[in-house]
Structures are given as structure tokens and as C-alpha cells.
């Protein structure tokens, strides 16, 4: 029994700490109450996306804007994300912090940090709208 527990804690000390990264997870932020679902979050989140992120994802976060092509790995098609990068709150950090932060990094991105530049607020406003166009898709 004592080799069982051995092997189990190798097996899980071994394993990369973002692969423990689940939704809900607290190390990336909860939403503000209401603000996903909001309407006016989501058309100030459409105003900021179109002018700071449209560049890049493209205007309907399909990740075919006009840089897109020069860039790489390309800009992520937000419109088709699984699992924790799915999350309201990965989405807030990645806008934050940038692609290269750990957790979940793309060790090459060329996704910029926009902590610097926008207030929480309108990153949760971009957030909101991302959802928006998420739940629009059929």
C-alpha cells in the first residue's frame, strides 16, 4: 500500500501546475455581479474590442484581423476556445497580463499585456462582450 501512495504522489507532483487549472479556478478573477449579462458592459466592451483588439482577432473574434496573417502563433479565434480558456476569468487575465504569463502561456505570443491600458472595468466590458458574441453563435 505504501508503493500505491508513492507512485500516486509522483505521478501527481509531476504534473504541470496550469493542467490543475479548472473553471472557477480562484487563481483568475470572478466577474463583477451582473456585468457579463449586462447590456451596456457589452456594447462599451464592442467600442474598446473594436478599437484595441479588432486589429489582431478580428471584428468578430475569429482571429482573422488584419495582423493576424503577420503574426505567430496567431492571434486565438475567441469564438472557439474549450475548457479553461473558455472561462470569464482566464479571459480577464489573459487581457490583463498578456500571452506570455503563466498560467496557460504561449511562450511566443504576440497578444500584448492591456493592464497598463485599460481599467479593470473595461476589460471586464471586452469579457462581456466576448460572451456576447460566444452566446450569438448558432
Known amino acids: 500500500m505504501g508503493r500505491l501512495w508513492i ?12 493542467l490543475g ?8 478573477p470572478s466577474p463583477p455581479k451582473d456585468i457579463l449579462s449586462s447590456p ?3 456594447r462599451a466592451g464592442e467600442g474598446v474590442f473594436l478599437k484595441h483588439c479588432a486589429i489582431c482577432h478580428g471584428a468578430e473574434g475569429h482571429g482573422d484581423g488584419l495582423q493576424a496573417i503577420n503574426l505567430e502563433p496567431r492571434p486565438a479565434d475567441l469564438r472557439n476556445l474549450r ?14 497580463e498578456g500571452g506570455k504569463k503563466e498560467p496557460l502561456a504561449r511562450l ?9 491600458h485599460l481599467s479593470d472595468q473595461q476589460i471586464w466590458e ?8 460566444v452566446a450569438g453563435q448558432a
Open 7 to 18: 507512485w500516486i504522489w509522483i505521478c501527481l507532483s509531476s504534473v504541470p501546475p496550469f
Open 21 to 28: 487549472c479548472q473553471p472557477g479556478d480562484p487563481s483568475f
Open 108 to 116: 511566443h505570443s504576440a497578444m500584448p499585456s492591456w493592464g497598463d
Open 40 to 42: 451596456e458592459a457589452q
Open 83 to 96: 475548457g479553461v480558456r473558455a472561462e470569464p476569468g482566464y479571459w480577464f487575465f489573459r487581457i490583463k
Open 126 to 133: 471586452v469579457v462581456a462582450y466576448l460572451k456576447s458574441l
